[in-house]
């Protein structure tokens, strides 16, 4: 059987998902609909956040907020927030450019969730090389019991069309030596948090830094822990083969067996990593970007509120690499109280692998 063109092919699969545009897509089931303690704590521990904020009854109780809080990227696992466009097989390559939430109120223990994942856009454009490439926006607004909005998201996937391109090259992966090592123990054992020890407003000026926090090295573990987090990526078996016959936009082919199989495992496996010319099993944006929070809420402390957070994803974290997240102010708003960063993620090979900013808007000291 002759293989399809993949210009037809992509040109199919742009027609079906501008259909969409506008339209409430649900591609996976919710996850987490209410917000336990046990789900908070999955989450937590799954995005390494060791907040008490949100792990320790007793330490929220009597904090400002009164009750364990969810960490801010915790509606990530209510529903993941990146959508796919329209369903096609074979699939074409996929990444995902980047994510940003806006909060508007704090999720708390007990609460139940619900999310409306809609594709708000989607576009077309070629690289450089000629390689054509679609962008899909989407938007899922979270909403609780009361339905009231508590956060909004919004995802950029970028689908890639075939055009004989060969994998780049990958990067080896990184052995470190004992002394490497001993300088990451250093920094992880150095970090810090501000905690019920609150930061006003009035204490931050343009141009301070953001306590800087180390993550990795990247592991198979890792990636384990972060599907557990936020929702399985795949059904083991005989329900996951039905699942995937039943979404044949969501596999791939493993390269050894021929055997379609979930994408989210091209994340978790060398065969599959090293098809797309990595070295070893890689991370997603969803999954940096809650990694990542972290260093903003470990600074404004138990009464300061994430309002915005926005991560570009600028290159692949791979089995073995070490990403350190930085920021810094780059504004304040006296009228609003609030404090607005510059965020930055860098690898061991001092390549920067994320960029962003966020807002945060902290307690004055009145």
């Not at 199919?12 to 996850?31: C, D, H, I, N, Q």
């Not at 490439?133 to 009361?146: D, E, K, T």
């Not at 969803?286 to 926005?310: E, H, Q, Y």
């Amino acid at each position: 059987m002759a293989e399809p063109d993949a210009d037809a092919l992509f040109d199919a699969y742009s027609a079906r998902t501008r259909e969409l545009t506008g339209k409430l897509v649900r591609e996976w089931e919710p996850w987490n609909t209410e917000a336990t303690a046990d789900a908070i704590r999955h989450f937590a521990l799954g995005t390494d956040d060791d907040n008490p904020l949100w792990l320790d009854t007793d330490y929220a109780d009597q904090s400002s907020n009164g009750t364990i809080l969810a960490p801010p990227c915790f509606l990530t696992s209510v529903f993941y927030p990146i959508l796919h466009g329209a369903r096609m097989e074979p699939p074409l390559s996929s990444l995902i450019g980047g994510l940003e939430i806006e909060w508007f109120a704090p999720v708390r223990l007990g609460d139940h969730l619900s999310a409306d994942p809609v594709q708000k856009d989607f576009y077309e454009k070629r690289n450089k090389a000629g390689r054509r490439l679609g962008f899909v926006i989407s938007a899922v607004g979270y909403r609780n019991q009361h339905d009231a909005l508590v956060g909004r998201a919004m995802g950029t996937l970028i689908i890639m069309g075939a055009n004989g391109e060969q994998p780049s090259a990958p990067a080896p992966v990184q052995r470190y030596t004992d002394a490497e090592i001993a300088a990451l123990d250093e920094a992880m054992a150095s970090e810090t948090r501000t905690g019920g020890s609150a930061l006003h407003f009035e204490d931050v000026a343009v141009g301070d830094a953001v306590p800087p926090i180390v993550r990795g090295p990247f592991t198979v573990g890792d990636l384990v822990c972060w599907y557990a987090a936020a929702g399985p990526g795949w059904r083991p078996g005989r329900l996951g083969r039905i699942e995937l016959n039943e979404s044949p936009h969501l596999a791939i082919s493993n390269p050894l067996t021929g055997v379609p199989v979930k994408y989210p495992q091209k994340h978790l496996e060398f065969d599959l990593a090293q098809d797309s010319g990595l070295a070893g099993p890689f991370d997603n944006g969803v999954m940096r970007f809650s990694t990542a929070a972290p260093l903003i809420t470990n600074w404004m402390g138990d009464r300061g509120f994430l309002k915005r957070f926005r991560l570009r994803i600028e290159r692949s974290v791979i089995y073995g690499d070490t990403v350190t997240f930085a920021a810094s102010v780059a504004a304040t708003d006296a009228a609003l109280a609030t404090v607005s960063l510059d965020v930055r993620g860098i690898d061991q090979r001092g390549a920067r692998v994320a960029s962003g900013a966020a807002d945060v808007i902290l307690p004055r000291r009145a």
